[in-house]
């Protein structure tokens, strides 16, 4: 299966940004792996309750280095940065704070949140074929994960 962008997704500017805002934010790679996720889940302006559990139960195994009041503290901290900057500023910096093969992690695991309500909509596809083009992935493995997520959470994957 291939996916591709329609050229047309309304969260181009979500992923992208020209302003200088981005340079003055810095993030560490457990911070930026909790920016995409959170971004991810708010890109359709609705957070489910399937998306809620998905988000715990993947950093209950990604922080679980962390104690209770470390993991809140990042989290407000995340939240805070995403609500006093643009997403794209927060994306930006949350990309830079990323390396490579932790960019995957990030897209994978984005990838989990969007599609944890079982469903595939044609706006999801084109936000997580955005999401793996901004993050600079490999078309292979933006597509693999892709599709391992659709396996892993869509009942109905044609």
Not at 119 to 132: A, G, I, K, R, Y
Not at 140 to 147: A, F, H, Y
Request: glycine share 4%.
């Amino acid at each position: 299966m291939s996916y591709q962008s329609q050229g047309n997704a309304k969260s181009s500017d979500f992923f992208r940004t020209a302003n200088s805002k981005a340079r003055t934010i810095e993030l560490t790679a457990p911070e930026a792996l909790m920016a995409i996720s959170i971004l991810a889940v708010s890109a359709d302006g609705k957070m489910a309750q399937e998306e809620k559990q998905t988000l715990a139960a993947n950093h209950v195994r990604l922080f679980s280095a962390y104690s209770r009041e470390e993991f809140q503290e990042l989290f407000k901290k995340v939240l805070e940065l995403v609500n006093k900057y643009r997403p794209s500023d927060v994306f930006v910096a949350a990309k830079n704070g990323l390396t490579p093969k932790l960019r995957q992690t990030a897209f994978a695991l984005a990838a989990d949140l969007v599609l944890a309500d079982g469903v595939f909509t044609q706006e999801e596809q084109e936000l997580l074929v955005e999401l793996w083009e901004a993050l600079e992935l490999k078309d292979e493995i933006g597509q693999k994960i892709m599709e391992v997520m659709i396996i892993k959470n869509c009942t109905d994957n044609s």
